[in-house]
């Protein structure tokens, strides 16, 4: 189905208020490969990513990042920061530390969250687990059950009879992850990984059944990592992949993968 989108506002949106592929796509409630391909479709250059921002994008990114600043001083966590913003954790993480902002220590539960993560942690679910249901870091969680001497009241990580019986299915019919299968029974992947080489399960080898992209898909995922500056996360969110897709398609391209702290906003 063709999208009713309007090429000249998009051309001048791009040249004239020199805004980005992505900013486009917000605006005009689309994505970023739909706006790159309509560029690219009516033969305007694009801009390489050294190229200067206006003011104006220099301003609005300054004040996202102000506010960023803002809301974690008071209190918010870096979960909740990038769920406001549509960024990952990591990204809030590496902006505010290239801010001097410092990580905060010794996060103080409150009563209620500490009641809910002893019931949580003696119904045997996991810290991960608990750190989302909290929306606290899991060194919180951990530093709280060790200062309460916390113990399960049933065996760690245990599976029951039928949940074991599944996993060949799982991970070979319906070619879920192991880290995949980890979640969907709340429990950590060596487990998992434990109980397939128990039931004699081959397992895949990283990169392994790796989604089929398209060549135009491909080619749209070099671009948004390369000049548009999109994590993996969010390149696999976009196209409906797993990140371990997008870094081995980078990875046969040839292209060099960022190292953590070094994406740009």
């Known amino acids: 189905m063709k999208l009713n989108l309007d090429d000249n506002l998009i051309r001048d949106l791009y040249e004239n208020k020199n805004l980005s592929t992505s900013q486009i796509a917000k605006q005009m409630n689309t994505s970023t490969p739909t706006i790159f391909y309509r560029l690219k479709k009516m033969g ?11 003011e104006s994008i220099k301003q609005e990114k300054a004040s996202r990042i102000k ?7 008071n209190g918010q966590t870096l979960a909740q920061i990038g769920q406001h913003f549509n960024l990952t954790r990591e990204r809030i993480r590496q902006l505010l530390h290239k801010e001097g902002q410092k990580r905060r220590t010794n996060l ?56 074991i019986e599944s996993l060949g299915a799982l991970y070979t019919q319906k070619k879920l992850s192991i880290h995949k299968i980890a979640e969907l029974m709340d429990v950590t992947e060596v487990t998992i990984l434990r109980h397939l080489k128990r039931e004699g399960v081959k ?15 491909v080619s749209q995922i ?16 976009m196209f409906g992949v797993t990140n371990s897709a997008i870094y081995t398609r980078l990875k046969s391209l040839g292209v060099q993968t960022r190292q953590r702290g070094r994406m740009k906003l």
């Open 203 to 217: 397992t895949r080898k990283r990169g392994e059944h790796v989604a089929k992209l398209s060549q135009e898909q």
């Open 108 to 163: 103080k539960l409150s009563q209620d969250k500490v009641t809910i993560m002893q019931d949580l942690y003696k119904g045997n679910k996991t810290v991960k687990h608990i750190s989302k249901i909290l929306d606290v870091n899991r060194g919180t969680i951990y530093a709280k059950i060790k200062s309460l001497e916390l113990v399960r009241t049933t065996p760690r990580y245990k599976l029951t009879q039928a949940q």
């Open 67 to 73: 506010k960023m600043t803002d809301m974690y001083q």
């Open 44 to 54: 305007v250059l694009m801009r390489s990513p050294g190229q200067q921002e206006s």
């Open 222 to 237: 070099t671009t948004l990592y390369t000049q548009e500056k999109l994590t993996v996360v969010e390149i696999a969110k």
